[in-house]
């Protein structure tokens, strides 16, 4: 069985010429159907229709322009060839009227009839494609956009719980304040920050980064703040003390992540402090910037590095100590502030940031996360590249010490 090119149907009024085409057309691959009055073609058009269609002008111009705007505005994806007379007005008029080709008669070259067909056959079937192509695209966009608001409502949810996991409020605690920023660069954040009372003397509080942005690093977070929230439990309920020291956390943090295989790491700083003795026992796993210490309105970069907690195995941290005299102040910072800091190198960055600290503590007397905001001009309603948190802890005579979150 021959495989046509295509469905053409004929609509002239002209018998001998109608079957001149007819012969010239099947010869050339196509089908092709006859029709000889305007009924036959609204039925053929609804129950076979034809790929193209060809109406003759020249018998009857005024009927047939009339078929032609009708047949145009009903089936506008369907091409039409007229045959009409060598008159421009009337060329002119039937491509306005929508034509997609006029073939002047008398037929001499029938080699342009051939390529007017294909043209238009091709034409027709791009504009198809573009349009099926337009259909799914239109499809897809509609699914998407349910996608991203189902995202945006699992986001909402994901961000409302990861609030929750912050501290509620600041820690005042024996002439400490302890408190903090969280700053998303999304809607949820791969930064966490905490603190809480160990036991009558002690206080905890580190802060973290997880590799990477969005929900995957915000579960993360999570996971961070149930294995601390372990720890502590486990001390008070005196099975263990691993969460007085720091470098035995990131130890148990480190197989934690990597037995989970989440491929994420997070650096991090745990800190435990005696509220007794004054000592600072810290630990750093890979962030940056280090701890920044404030004394005698002097700030600089505490000590400490290591591996990211969760990047390889048997990774080893070190405890270090400082003692933490009356108007002391230590500032931790996720690296998303070193964004907001003007300048190229880090080292400009890191000696821009140890100054704005010295110049708030010589005018206020004490470190706010207010200050700081204005100082690098962080607005919580403006995107960032990345999360910025801070972590800040004064050591003031002015503080009235009272126990939270014990």
């Known amino acids: 069985m021959q495989t046509s090119y295509g469905h053409i149907l004929t609509y002239i009024e002209d018998d001998a010429l109608q079957a001149s085409l007819q012969v010239f057309l099947i010869d050339l691959g196509f089908t092709v159907t006859q029709s000889h009055s305007l009924e036959q073609v609204q039925h053929l058009m609804k129950h076979n229709g034809p790929d193209l269609v060809i109406s003759d002008l020249q018998r009857n111009p005024e009927n047939g322009l009339l078929f032609l705007s009708e047949f145009s505005h009903i089936y506008p994806d369907v091409p039409i060839i007229t045959l009409t007379v ?12 929508g034509a997609w080709d006029c073939i002047e008669q008398p037929l001499e070259n029938l080699t342009q009839l051939e390529h007017s067909v294909c043209k238009a056959l091709e034409r027709a079937r791009l504009v198809n494609e573009n349009k099926l192509y337009r259909h799914k695209l239109e499809e897809m966009n509609g699914k998407l956009e349910d996608s991203l608001h189902e995202l945006r ?9 990861q609030a929750q996991m912050f501290p509620a409020s600041d ?5 400490y304040h302890l408190s903090n920023f969280v700053m998303p660069s ?15 003397k002690h206080i905890g ?3 973290a980064d997880v590799s990477g942005h969005g929900a995957s690093s915000a579960f993360v977070t999570v996971m961070i703040k ?6 502590l439990l486990n001390y008070k309920q005196k099975r263990t003390k691993v969460i007085l020291q720091p470098k035995k956390v990131f130890a148990i943090a480190n197989d934690y992540l990597l037995q989970a295989n989440l491929g ?6 745990y800190a435990v402090l005696d509220t007794e003795t004054h000592r600072l026992r810290y630990s750093v796993a890979g962030h940056y910037p280090n701890p920044i210490l404030i004394k005698a309105q002097k700030a600089e970069f505490l000590p400490g590095r290591a591996f990211a907690v969760g990047m390889v195995k048997h990774a080893a941290f070190k405890d270090l100590a400082i003692d933490f005299p009356m108007n002391s102040k230590l500032a931790l910072f996720s690296d998303g502030l070193m964004e907001v800091i003007a300048g190229q190198a880090l080292d400009d960055k890191e000696k821009i940031l140890l100054s704005a600290i010295e110049r708030i503590d010589k005018e ?43």
């Not at 060598?86 to 009227?97: N, T």
């Not at 409502?153 to 719980?161: E, L, S, T």
């Not at 994420?264 to 700083?269: A, F, G």
């Not at 100082?375 to 002015?398: G, H, Q, V």
């Open 86 to 97: 060598p008159h421009q007005k009337q060329v002119l008029k039937s491509l306005r009227l």
């Open 153 to 161: 409502y699992d986001q909402m949810a994901g961000k409302k719980v």
């Open 171 to 175: 820690l005042l605690f024996n002439h």
């Open 186 to 200: 999304l809607y949820l954040s791969g930064d966490m920050v905490d603190y809480f009372t160990i036991s009558e």
């Open 205 to 207: 509080f580190y802060i």
């Open 226 to 231: 149930a294995l601390f929230d372990q720890l």
């Open 264 to 269: 994420k790491y997070v650096t991090m700083i």
């Open 364 to 406: 206020n007397g004490y470190l706010s996360t207010q200050a700081l905001k204005k100082t690098f001009n962080i607005k919580e309603a403006e995107s960032r590249p990345d999360d910025i948190t801070f972590l800040l802890m004064n050591r003031c005579e002015a503080i009235e010490g009272h126990k939270y979150n014990e």
